[in-house]
T-cell receptor
């Protein structure tokens, strides 16, 4: 089955700096890669996603890049703000499954004012 | 607002006492999922329904069962909760079988005494 590795497990940045979280996946047939933000005690919320036919996607301060050859994708947050502090999960939808997302272990991002 | 609702938000049960968690959705999505999330870990898929078609993950313990009586509702039954079953249980939905964006409910925090 699919395996998703996520790094780093914790990330601390100063307000205004950029943050980058990286994930690798194992199934070359995976075709959908969402990123979820989860604040303490709250539901995971989709913040951005990318499909395998696209190399990069941006939404205001958030961008995701995908390298299918290397089987990795990254989340980029620019001009970080304290409210960006949360756990971020990457995930991949295996090409062999229409339904299942395999999640990375998460990155705890702390943005220091 | 269309949403995924989970009840109760907090559930306390005794070791071995059956418990049922509830999820409802107003999104009219075909697919409903149940995830288990333990502290500082990624959500782990237990099973999902595509309409009435039930799909169990291979490593989901037999202690966990699910029912989906109609499109809107899905239940998670834990027949004999053990201390290791204490976790956040997240319900999620997606529109169709392409397995794209999953919308999560707020979760039920289960405590086993």
């Amino acid at each position: 089955g699919e395996n998703v590795e996520q790094h780093p497990s914790t990330l601390s940045v100063q307000e205004g700096d950029s943050a980058v979280i990286k994930c690798t996946y194992s199934d070359s047939a995976s075709n959908y890669f969402p990123w979820y933000k989860q604040e303490l005690g709250k539901r995971p919320q989709l913040i951005i996603d990318i499909r395998s036919n696209v190399g990069e996607k941006k939404d205001q301060r958030i961008a995701v890049t995908l390298n299918k050859t290397a089987k990795h994708f990254s989340l980029h947050i620019t001009e970080t703000q304290p409210e960006d502090s949360a756990v971020y999960f990457c995930a991949a939808k295996s090409g062999g499954s229409n339904y299942k997302l395999t999640f990375g272990k998460g990155t705890l991002l702390t943005v220091n004012p | 607002d269309a949403m995924v609702i989970q009840n109760p938000r907090y559930q306390v049960t005794q070791f071995g006492k059956p418990v049922t968690l509830s999820c409802s959705q107003t999104l009219n999505h075909n697919v409903m999922y149940w995830y288990q999330q333990k502290s500082s870990q990624a959500p782990k898929l237990l099973f999902h329904y595509y309409d009435k078609d039930f799909n169990n993950e291979a490593d989901t313990p037999d202690n966990f069962q699910s029912r989906r009586p109609n499109t809107s509702f899905c239940f998670l039954d834990i027949r004999s909760p053990g201390l290791g079953d204490a976790a956040m249980y997240l319900c999620a939905t997606s529109r169709d079988g392409t397995g794209n964006e999953q919308f999560f409910g707020p979760g039920t925090r289960l405590t086993v005494l």
